[in-house]
């Protein structure tokens, strides 16, 4: 449900929400199939217990992290990052399951998601350079990367395969210090 452009409530979800987390999740996967990898089917079939440990690792901050925003008690969009424990890649961040639902799109919800990812990442001392991967037919989520100061670092050619259709994959990058 619209209401009056406002900035969203961003917070880290606790875990006793995870259904709310889930249905968001689904949601996403059903709605906009080709902007993921991962399948609603497969992600359906999900026993509860997935979906808790799930919302418990986004929120330890230890390799993983989401973001989710609110509107009127109600989650409509999420951004997440994760990064690695390995001293060779610690300093990398790769965002991952941008997705902000379809009635309250072009309010700059997805642009309040990633800055505050951002702004998150850039807290941790071994975060230097945050990568993602986004359909290169999904025109304004490029075009939002490209204005948070994300540039492409490459293209990989029928990457998704959904119903029988390819979709290539581009690399974007942002270095963060």
Do not use: C
Not at 44 to 64: G, K, P, V
């Amino acid at each position: 449900m619209k209401m009056d452009v406002q900035p969203a409530k961003l917070l880290n979800l606790p875990p006793e929400r995870w259904q709310e987390a889930k249905a968001l999740r689904l949601e996403a996967l059903r709605l906009e199939g080709a902007a993921f990898a991962s399948q609603y089917e497969d992600e359906l079939a999900f026993a509860d217990e997935i979906w808790r440990t799930r919302l418990d690792t986004a929120y330890s901050q230890e390799y993983n992290m989401t973001v989710y925003a609110e509107l009127a008690g109600e989650l409509i969009g999420m951004v997440g990052a994760q990064w690695q424990s390995r001293e060779k890649l610690r300093h990398l961040a790769s965002v991952y399951s941008m997705y902000v639902s379809p009635g309250w799109r072009r309010q700059g919800i997805a642009r309040q998601l990633m800055r505050r990812l951002l702004d998150d990442l850039s807290a941790l001392p071994q975060i230097e350079k945050v990568s993602l991967t986004v359909n290169a037919e999904i025109l304004p989520a490029i075009r939002l990367y490209e204005s948070l100061g994300f540039a492409q670092a490459g293209r990989a050619r029928r990457e998704l395969k959904v119903a029988g259709r390819y979709y290539d994959l581009l690399y974007m990058e942002k270095l963060i210090r």
